[in-house]
């Protein structure tokens, strides 16, 4: 198993522009998630999905959009790129959500707006 | 507002030495929390999950410990090796939602 991959590893956009984060896992999990992390501070919730067609807002959803149309994929897509919205972007997955299942993480996409 | 925060914030230790990594966290009422391992350039790695009625995990070098009532965790690495240097993140879940809060993370330097 691949687990979670993430494409592309690197990005630079200009301020205004749009692009979709990618992230694909092989291990039929229901739930995905996206998170991003500042240098220097702690990873926060942007996004999250309980199964195919399902998603909701975590902690900082502003500036991002979701879909989940396939167990696999769960893209996340900058509309009008900030230069707040400069992180490295990690997408997890989990199989469901007891209280005894860890989330597995992909290698992260890092994001530079400028 | 789960508040996590770890200390120290960086370590740098001799190979062989024990160390302790600590995790504080501001709302005792907790899912689970688990200490990850983040390499650079790499995603993150689970290490060990503590479930809100267990006191303690174990594997292998490490040990996690979990006092809710206090609000601390701690992650004790034995016999430190340089395979060892990584960033250590804490996170903990609330018992409602399903979003992890993690601290900034200790960065660790063992040294041959």
């Known amino acids: 198993n691949a687990g979670v991959t993430q494409t592309p590893k690197f990005r630079i956009l200009k301020i205004g522009q749009s692009m979709t984060l990618q992230c694909t896992q092989d291990m039929n999990h229901n739930y995905m998630y996206w998170y991003r992390q500042d240098p220097g501070m702690g990873l926060k919730l942007i996004y999250y999905?309980?199964?195919?067609?399902?998603?909701d807002k975590g902690e900082v959803p502003n500036g991002y959009n979701v879909s989940r149309s396939t167990t696999e994929d769960f893209p996340l897509r900058l509309e009008l790129a900030a230069p707040s919205q400069t992180s490295v972007y990690f997408c997890a997955s989990s199989p469901w959500a007891g209280q005894q299942e860890t989330q597995y993480f992909g290698p992260g996409t890092r994001l530079l707006v400028l | 507002k789960q508040e996590v925060t770890q200390i120290p914030a960086a370590l740098s230790v001799p190979e062989g030495e024990n160390l302790v990594l600590n995790c504080s966290f501001t709302?005792?009422?907790?899912?689970?929390l688990q200490w990850f391992r983040q390499d650079p350039g790499k995603g993150l790695t689970s290490l060990l999950l503590?479930?809100?009625?267990?006191r303690e995990q174990t594997s292998g070098r490490l040990n996690a410990s979990l006092d809710k009532s206090s609000g601390r965790s701690t992650l004790y690495i034995a016999a430190s090796q340089p395979g060892d240097s990584a960033t250590y993140l804490c996170?903990?879940?609330?018992?409602?939602?399903?979003?992890?809060?993690f601290g900034k993370g200790t960065s660790l330097l063992v040294t041959p």
């Open positions: 503590i479930q809100s009625s267990q």
């Open positions: 999905s309980v199964g195919a067609g399902i998603t």
């Open positions: 996170a903990v879940r609330g018992d409602s939602g399903y979003a992890l809060n």
């Open positions: 709302d005792s009422a907790i899912y689970n």
